[in-house]
């Protein structure tokens, strides 16, 4: 048992990474893992300086294995995450979703030329304002305007990427790897996706070599016309991604205009 094909998803956390991972695991094609570098099973398994074989042996014992974090089990049974029902046996793409460990992308992209990633990117104020108001995200002790820049409250380890300086760094290397690897780094705005969400995804599943069943066009519906409470839940109104615009402090929203007006990640603030 053994995939063919293997890709990525990745993101700064509250990017909309879960739901556009929801959307590929739509795939009967798809076999679908959560952060195996963050799951019990592999923790510590890679680092800088890794060879290929170590990526090989991590994601081959990440496509078959049963743990339930990497399977978002308990996401499943509480509703948040969907259930779908037709699988192949033996799916033949592995797509493995992550948003710590982004100081080991570039080095994965070197030594997995064949995987293909996609970067999806937020409104930095959305990333933000998603993050500050999940209760499991952000403890609720901690001071939003204290922590929002840093993501200090939140940083507790190894390949921890939290805060608008993080948002900036990553990406700006997820804006440079578009360029250099443009066959296998692709970036999608989470802003876009959400509003021309079978368009995006019939793109997407084209540059994957997948093909858009009727239960990848299920989910989509459902999981823009349903709404399941929970941090984590890939059930929610599209509404949503404009909240931080009443929402998000005012002094915050500030900082982050007048910092990346006139740079490249400006095209983000759209």
Excluded at 142 to 170: I, M, T
Aim: proline share 6%; glycine share 6%; hydrophobic share 35%.
């Amino acid at each position: 048992m053994m995939y063919q094909r293997v890709a990525a998803i990745t993101g700064m956390p509250r990017s909309g990474t879960s739901w556009i991972g929801q959307v590929v695991d739509s795939s009967p094609e798809v076999r679908y893992k959560m952060s195996p570098l963050f799951s019990y099973e592999f923790k510590n398994q890679v680092r800088e300086g890794a060879t290929r074989q170590d990526w090989e042996r991590v994601l081959r014992g990440a496509y078959s294995s049963e743990n339930e974090f990497m399977n978002q089990t308990e996401r499943r049974r509480a509703g948040e995450y969907p259930t779908f029902e037709v699988k192949q046996a033996d799916p033949p793409l592995l797509v493995i979703k992550y948003n710590r460990f982004q100081n080991l992308t570039e080095e994965m992209l070197a030594l997995l030329p064949e995987l293909k990633m996609l970067a999806v990117v937020r409104h930095p104020c959305g990333a933000m304002h998603s993050w500050l108001t999940a209760p499991k995200e952000f403890p609720p002790d901690a001071n939003p305007l204290e922590h929002w820049r840093s993501g200090a409250a939140k940083k507790s380890g190894y390949g921890d990427f939290f805060g608008f300086d993080d948002w900036c760094s990553v990406t700006r290397l997820h804006l440079r790897l578009s360029a250099e690897r443009p066959q296998q780094f692709r970036i999608v705005r989470y802003e876009t996706f959400v509003d021309d969400a079978e368009q995006q995804t019939r793109s997407l599943f084209d540059w994957l070599g997948l093909e858009y069943t009727e239960q990848t066009a299920r989910f989509l519906r459902q999981s823009q016309m349903t709404s399941v409470p929970g941090d984590y839940s890939v059930f929610r109104s599209p509404a949503v991604k404009d909240r931080w615009r009443s929402e998000l402090q005012p002094e915050i929203q500030e900082v982050i205009f007048s910092e990346l007006e006139g740079t490249e990640l400006a095209r983000f603030l759209r």
